[in-house]
T-cell receptor
């Protein structure tokens, strides 16, 4: 079974620009979560989608948004980029069923650098 | 607000030694996870602990969960260099569908 894939893997943007990151979950997984990882703040939850609905959102400004499509693929968008948005963005998928213990499987991440 | 604290944050040890990483969390939760991250890489799932008293072992790593004490431990037995990595614990918010992470323990195992 193919794992979680994220594109692009690396991205360099300029302050003020916007960016869209993509995540394809493991086949059959309906839940997709996004996390931001930085050296200073560690791993922080951004949002979680299940069957195209955002069920939970972390403490991030409205510049961070996401969506999920009917095939469970997800995108996240960051508008008006700031230097502090430089981070590794990780996507995780989960079947979200008791039999799976809700375990999350992570993709390789997108390394975003804002200059 | 749920907080997850790991200690130590940094650990340098010799091969062959035993050590334990601790993960404390501040409120009731029903699921705790341990992940490994190698430099520049993503997160690899190690253990999923679902109930009080749960113990899981894989090779030289053993994880346990005490929900009453709100404490999980990751024990390393006879460490080898290949176990050098950063280890994270994460707690699943009850019905919140999100993981709250510890700061990570950077483990360096010297030959």
């Amino acid at each position: 079974k193919a794992g979680v894939t994220q594109t692009p893997r690396y991205l360099i943007k300029t302050r003020g620009q916007q960016v869209t990151l993509s995540c394809s979950p493991i086949s059959g997984h309906r839940s997709v979560s996004w996390y931001q990882q930085t050296p200073g703040q560690g791993l922080q939850f951004l949002f979680e989608y299940f069957s195209e609905t955002q069920r939970n959102k972390g403490n991030f400004p409205g510049r961070f948004s996401g969506r999920q499509f009917s095939n469970s693929r997800s995108e996240m968008n960051v508008s008006t980029l700031e230097l502090g948005d430089s981070a590794l963005y990780l996507c995780a998928s989960s079947p979200r069923s008791q039999s799976s213990s809700y375990e999350q499987y992570f993709g390789p991440g997108t390394r975003l650098t804002v200059t | 607000e749920l907080k997850v604290e790991q200690n130590p944050l940094f650990l340098s040890m010799q091969e062959g030694k035993n050590y334990t990483i601790y993960c404390n969390y501040s409120t009731t939760s029903d699921r705790l996870y341990w992940y490994r991250q190698d430099p520049g890489k993503s997160l690899e799932s190690l253990f999923v602990l679902l109930s009080n008293g749960a113990v899981k072992q894989e090779g030289r790593l053993m994880a346990s969960l005490d929900t009453k004490a709100r404490l999980s431990t990751l024990h390393i037995t006879a460490a080898v260099h290949d176990l050098s990595a950063t280890y994270f614990c994460a707690v699943d918010m009850f019905e919140g569908y999100q993981l709250i992470w510890g700061a990570g323990t950077k483990l360096i195992i010297k030959p």
